[in-house]
C-alpha cells in the first residue's frame, strides 16, 4: 500500500527568523549566534547528508532531480562514459584541495567497498583524471541511472578514508564520526548520522571554506533524530526554545492551527508512505501471494488519504520514484487494486482468505494515526495487528538490516 506526493506539514516556532534552508539567504556570512534547532524522525540522514558532504551532483527540485555541484558540466561521450568538469578552487573542510585527484581517490575506495542499495557497484569499472579539473567515468554496461547514483557518491578527505574508507552498507553513508571529512556548507561537530546509525542529536556548524561565499547563513544547527513525536509536538506549541522545526502528523493539522506560537507550513513533496512485507524470517502466511494481494485488496488507499490526508496526496500503485525515466508514463497506466474494485464489494472473499491471520507491525509513533486505518480496515476481514511502535527510525533500519543478513526477527510489516 503506498500514498504519494503528499503536501508536507512543517510547524514553524515563532523564534524562527531564519531561511528553513540550511543554507539560507541573505548576508555572505553566517549571522553572528543563529541557531537552527529541528526535529527530522524520518531519514535524517539523507536530509543532512549535502549538507555537510558533496558529490559531483546533488538532488534539486526540478524536472532532472538534480543539479551541479562538485561539477560544473558533463557530458555522455557514448553509452559507457561520462565525462566531468569540477568546480575549481573548493577546499576540503579541512582546508586540503578538492580536484581530479579527489575524485580518482575516493572512487578506489568507494569500489573497494562501494553501497549496495543500487547496481552502481556493478556497473561502474573505473575513473580517470584527464586534467587536473576533469574526470572520466567507464561503465561496465549501460546504465540509465548513474546520474542518480552518483547524487550519492560523496567525496571524502584522505583523513577520514584512511580511518573508515567507504564501509559496503546497504545504505548509502554519511560521516561515521565527526570532523571536518566534507566539502558542504556544514561541518559535523558533534555526533553522527548514517542509514544504519546515529545520535539522538547531531551538531553542524557554518564551513568557513566552503566554496560559494554566499552560503551558509545559519551559524549553528541542531538535528535531533529521535524525540518522541507528541513530546516535540508540545515542545513547539508550548514555545519551547529547545525546538524550532520540526515536521508534524497530518492528524495534528487542526490542532496546531489555532496555537499562537507556530506557523504552520505545507509544501508540495515527493514522499512516498508504504507498507513493507517481510517475506524472510515474519509471519509465514505473507510468503503466500495470494495472502498479500488480498491484503492490498482489503485496503482502502482512498478512504484513507481523505480521512487522514483531507485529500492532500494520491494514491499510489509503485513505490518508484517519479524521477526515475519512464516512470511517471508508465504509472499513468496503473490502479491500485482497491481502485478495481472497492474493499467492501470484495469482503466475502478477502474474509475467507485472510480471517485468523495475526500480524506482527513495527511502526515509528508519528505513522500510527494512519495505522489505526490500516488496522480497521485489515479487522474486517479477519486480520489482527499486533504493534511495536518506536520514536527512532534507526530501529526501524536496524530490523530490516537483521532480516536482510538473515538474522531471526518477530517483526512481519514495517
Known sequence: MTIANLCKPILLGCSILLSLSLSGIGNAKPILGSHLKVFIPSLPYIYTSHAINSALIRPANNLQGWEYDMATSHRQLDDLTYEFSLRRGVKFQDGSPFNADAVLNNIDYFLKQPFLFTKIDKVLNRAEKIDDYTVRFYLNEKYGQFLNDIIWIQFYTQDYLQKFGWNGKATCPNLAEPGPYGLGPYILVEGYVEGDRQTPKVVLKANPNYWDTNFPKIETVTLFTELDNKQALQMILDNDDKLDIMPIPFSAKEDVKSSPFVNLVSAPSTNNIAIHFNLIN???????????????????????????FEGEGVVKPTLASPYFPGVNEVVTSLRPYSEVVAPADNRSQLTTTLAGIKLKVLTQDRHMFLWKGVSRDLRKVGVELEFDITSSEKVIFEQLLATRAGKTVNHGIY
Open 282 to 308: 515474519g509471519n509465514q502466511a505473507l510468503l503466500n501471494k495470494e495472502v498479500r494481494v488480498a491484503i492490498n485488496k482489503a485496503i482502502d488507499q482512498q478512504k484513507l488519504l481523505d480521512k487522514y
